[in-house]
């Protein structure tokens, strides 16, 4: 990383750091008026991560604050200053030109330091792009929001499936989803909460969960036998027809795994579209199906519904989760 201690930045003649979370959340306009000073930074000592300045000593920390005037500051970080006055500027000027200025105040042709590089992918050019991503997945959330509440619980009678988008989806349905986990499940906020009554299949959420999400943990919720999308699921013409196709192994007492598909049932297919069976086996009247997934939206999914769910997941406006359900299949 380079030396961020007493770093001036020419174009805003102030000591401003920006980071690249700071650019990934501005607004168009934002990124617009604060170009040049970005690309003035990049070129010099690079652009950092939030997670690398923490605990730097070179850097300052600066809470969100409200100027006289009413202007609202976000929280930022900037260069510190040593207290040298020849290695540093003042918002009136050069004291003393650091070194990649020349004394004329224009910018020397050659940066002498920019060895920090970006994540791949992660260029100047990059930003305008993600702005425009990050706007669209807002905007999509917002729709789905509305549509997913008002049109397809009530109206298409998708209750699992509006309920599960709201589990991932923060806003005003707040309460309603509260109460449906309740009525149905229960969360478990880590995987290793959930051990002690599902330790035969840790492995496999854990494997599931990297493999979707990137992250080794996420929250989960287990969904009961007489639950709503648990009922649905017992009623549905893919489970009996995996419960047929495995008839025979079933009956010898063997225990079954696989996957589903769910096609004929829009509420299922919405709320899940693909699961994994981690268990089926007989026991006396009724065959106990164990399934999981995790909410998450194929970005190869050609479905535009699918799509606009894609994008605000990317934005990173969707918590991510796993479901478990216990269902109970009546012979």
Not at 82 to 110: C, F, M, Q, W
Not at 111 to 118: C, E, I, M, R, V
Not at 294 to 302: A, G, I, L, Q, S
Request: contains cysteine; proline residues 3%; hydrophobic residues 35%.
């Amino acid at each position: 990383m380079a030396n961020l201690r007493n770093f001036v930045n020419a174009i805003t003649n102030d000591n401003r750091l920006y980071t690249a979370e700071d650019i990934g959340n501005m607004s168009a306009d934002e990124f617009r008026a604060n170009e040049k000073a970005i690309d003035y930074q990049l070129n010099n000592i690079g652009i950092s991560r939030e997670s690398e300045l923490i605990g730097n000593p070179d850097v300052i920390y600066v809470r969100a604050y409200t100027r006289e005037d009413g202007t609202k500051v976000k929280a930022h970080y900037r260069s510190k200053r040593d207290g040298v006055i020849s290695n540093n500027k003042t918002i009136y000027g050069y004291i003393s030109a650091p070194h990649n200025i020349e004394s004329t105040g224009k910018l020397k042709s050659r940066p002498t330091h920019n060895n920090y590089q970006l994540q791949p992918r992660a260029t100047i050019d990059d930003y305008p792009q993600g702005i425009e991503e990050n706007s669209i997945g807002i905007i999509n959330k917002i729709l789905l929001d509305v549509g997913i509440n008002l049109v397809g619980g009530p109206i298409l009678k998708q209750d699992d499936a509006a309920n599960f988008w709201n589990i991932a989806s923060p806003n005003l349905w707040k309460k309603q989803t509260e109460d449906y986990i309740k009525r149905n499940g229960k969360i478990y906020n880590n995987i290793k909460d959930i051990v002690n009554d599902f330790p035969q299949y840790t492995k496999q959420i854990k494997e599931k969960v990297k493999a979707q999400f990137n992250q080794d943990d996420v929250p989960g919720i287990v969904f009961h036998e007489n639950s709503s999308v648990a009922q649905a699921i017992s009623k549905s013409q893919e489970l009996n027809d995996f419960i047929y196709k495995n008839a025979n192994a079933l009956k010898s007492g063997k225990n079954v795994t696989g996957s589903l598909g769910f096609t004929s049932d829009s509420n299922l297919h919405n709320a899940f579209g693909k699961v994994d069976i981690l268990s089926a086996k007989l026991k006396g009247k009724y065959i106990d199906v164990i399934l999981l997934d995790t909410y998450d939206f194929n970005p190869n999914e050609r479905n535009w519904k699918v799509q606009m769910g894609y994008s605000a997941q990317k934005a990173g406006l969707l918590n991510p989760y796993y479901t478990i359900v216990k269902c109970r299949y009546k012979r």
